[in-house]
């Protein structure tokens, strides 16, 4: 004899199976936003043109160059790293802003499911875990192409740049 599956069940059960798979009860929402307007999850371009960023780069990748005293096969092999990695993490960026959209919206609603609630927040938590272990990669990575020494300015030079980008020293603590 089969047993009658409660209404709401099936729909927790429809948006839970929607959420893991990347999408989630938000998402047609999100997508039927007016042509042309960015939705909150669009990264604007700024003041800066992409020859600008290139260009600031250069420097930076220059300065830091000279303050560690890299020899320029390991200033190449250094910006290699980085700038692969920044091109992996771009599509992680749009997944964990839409993944912690979708977990406010569930958050927001009093009649929410907790069964949603709980996939929208393990999808977060995934993503999340995701740049930490690209963080300890993209370290570990650093450190074995330099010596010790370079890798202690390395660490002091992150903090430094955390002071100053990040405002009242909190900075990149190792």
């Known amino acids: 004899m089969r047993v009658p599956v409660p209404r709401w069940r099936r729909w927790a ?55 560690l005293g890299l020899t320029d096969q390991q200033a190449e092999q250094i910006r290699t790293v980085l700038q692969s990695r920044r091109d992996e993490a771009r599509a992680d960026v749009q997944a964990l802003c839409e993944a912690r959209l979708d977990l406010r919206q569930l958050l927001d609603r009093q009649d929410s499911d907790p069964v949603a609630l709980k996939a929208a927040a393990e999808q977060v938590k995934a993503l999340q875990g ?29 903090k430094t740049m955390g002071r100053r980008w990040m405002g009242r020293g909190r900075g990149f603590n190792s």
């Open 13 to 67: 059960i429809v948006l839970g199976v929607l959420v893991a798979v990347g999408g989630s009860g938000a998402g047609p929402a999100r997508a039927q936003q007016a042509a042309g307007v960015p939705g909150p999850c669009a990264r604007s371009q700024g003041l800066l043109t992409p020859d600008d960023r290139e260009a600031i780069g250069r420097v930076i990748l220059q300065r830091t160059q000279e303050k």
């Open 130 to 158: 995701k740049f930490l272990d690209r963080r300890i990669e993209t370290a570990i990575t650093l450190r074995s192409q330099l010596t010790p020494d370079q890798w202690a300015k390395w660490l002091e030079l992150r």
